[in-house]
């Protein structure tokens, strides 16, 4: 499986950005998918997960209420919406895809897609 992420950008405090990830292959629908992001001098972050068929999500606490993962298992996609950014969102944000859900350990995923850098001005 191969995942390229896109959306990021520059946005101001309080707007918002949909990322998406689309994945290669006719396998997407078996795999569980996972955000994750990781600002300059952190470690990375495991943000939100959502299972292969998109019935169930899971979020770390920090981003409940303002990020939805969600998925189109028809366009090989997976989503992030963040709504209400910021500054502390500012990060590059990554897609992964592991066949457990849910899964908050990088390490445990399978693949990854690159990153897409979110910046949120003040």
């Known amino acids: 499986v191969q995942l390229q992420a896109s959306g990021g950008g520059l946005v101001q405090a309080g707007g918002s950005l949909r990322l998406s990830c689309v994945a290669s292959?006719?396998?997407?629908?078996?795999?569980?998918m996972g955000w994750f992001r990781q600002a300059p001098g952190k470690e990375r972050e495991f943000v939100a997960a959502i299972s292969r068929g998109g019935g169930s999500t899971y979020y770390v606490d920090s981003v409940k209420g303002r990020f939805t993962v969600s998925r189109d298992n028809a366009r090989n996609t997976v989503y992030l919406q963040i709504n209400s950014l910021k500054p502390e969102d500012t990060a590059a944000y990554y897609c992964?895809?592991?066949?457990?859900?849910?899964?908050?350990?990088?390490?445990?995923?399978?693949?990854w897609g690159q990153g897409t850098q979110v910046t949120v001005s003040s």
């Open positions: 292959g006719r396998t997407f629908s078996m795999y569980a």
């Open positions: 992964a895809a592991d066949r457990l859900f849910p899964v908050v350990a990088g390490a445990d995923y399978d693949y």
